[in-house]
C-alpha cells in the first residue's frame, strides 16, 4: 500500500470483516465520517459557559452602565451556547440512508432522496486536491452547503474537506458527502444500483481496491497494543492534518482558549469587590 495512502482505508480493510453484519440488507443506515465538528463545539460551549459565568458574577457587581454591559455580554454567552448546540444537533442527526430504490440524506428535519436511476457517476479520489470557485457555508468539520461551479450546482452534506468526500454526479447537480469507511459505501450503493463495485471507483483500483487481510493483526506488533494504538494515532493524525490545517477552526480554537482566560483573570482581579454573601 502506498504510504501516501489515506489511514482510512487501511481502517476499512481492517473492519471489511464486520460490514457484512453490520450492514445486512434491512440495516442500512450509514454514520457520516468522524470529524472534528464535536470538539470545537465542546471548547466554544465550555469557553461560552465560563464568560457567562464571569459576567454573571460581575453584573452583580456592576452598577449602571457597566451592568447593562455585562448583562449583554451575559445574554451573548448564552446565545453562542444555544447556537452551538444548534449546529450539534445537525450534525448530530447527518445520517446517509440506502434504500431500495434512492439514497436518502437526513439532516435535523430536512431529507434529501437522490434516486438511483439518476445517478450518472459516483467518483470517490482520494488524492485529488479539490478548489471550489465559490466558498461553502459551514462549521468546522460540518458542510451543509450549495455552491454554484461552472459545472453546475455542488450540494456538500458532509463532515470533511472537498477533496475527502464521495461524489454524486446526477443531471441537475453534484451531491458530495461523507460516510464512514466510504469504499464499503460505495460496494453497498453499487450493489443496490444493480451495478459491479468497480464501476463506481473512478480511482484506479490499485490506489482503493480493499481487501480483508487474512490475519487482520499486523505483524510484529501485538493485538493489545493494536487496539490501544490506532484510535489514538488517527485521533493525532486528524489534529494535526484536518484541525490545525483549518484556518476557521484553529482561529476558533484559539479565540476559545484565550476568551476564559481574559474573563477569569477579570473575574479575579474585580473578585475583592464581589459582595459577601457570595462564595
Known sequence: MDRNQPDDVGQQAWDA????????????E???AAGFG????????AASGL????ALLLVIRADGAMRILWLLTLLAAAGGIGGVVHVLRGLAS???VLTEDHLRIEWMRETRRVPYDDMLEVIYHLRERLKLPGRERYWPGFYVSVVQTRGGVWRSYATVPPHRRIRITTPSAVIAISPER???????LE???LVQPEAALV??????????PADPRPRGRPAARQARGFPFQRSVDMLRKDLLHDRTASTLVAIGIIIPVFMLAYTFNEVDFLPDGLP
Request: hydrophobic share 40%.
Open 17 to 28: 470483516g464486520s460490514w457484512q453484519h453490520e450492514h445486512a440488507p434491512g440495516k442500512n
Open 30 to 32: 450509514w454514520r457520516p
Open 38 to 45: 464535536r470538539l470545537v463545539g465542546g471548547g466554544l460551549i
Open 51 to 54: 464568560a457567562g459565568i464571569a
Open 94 to 96: 447527518l445520517r446517509y
Open 182 to 188: 466510504p469504499v464499503l459505501f460505495i460496494r453497498e
Open 191 to 193: 450493489r443496490r444500483r
Open 203 to 212: 480511482e484506479p483500483r490499485s490506489e482503493i481496491t480493499v481487501a480483508a
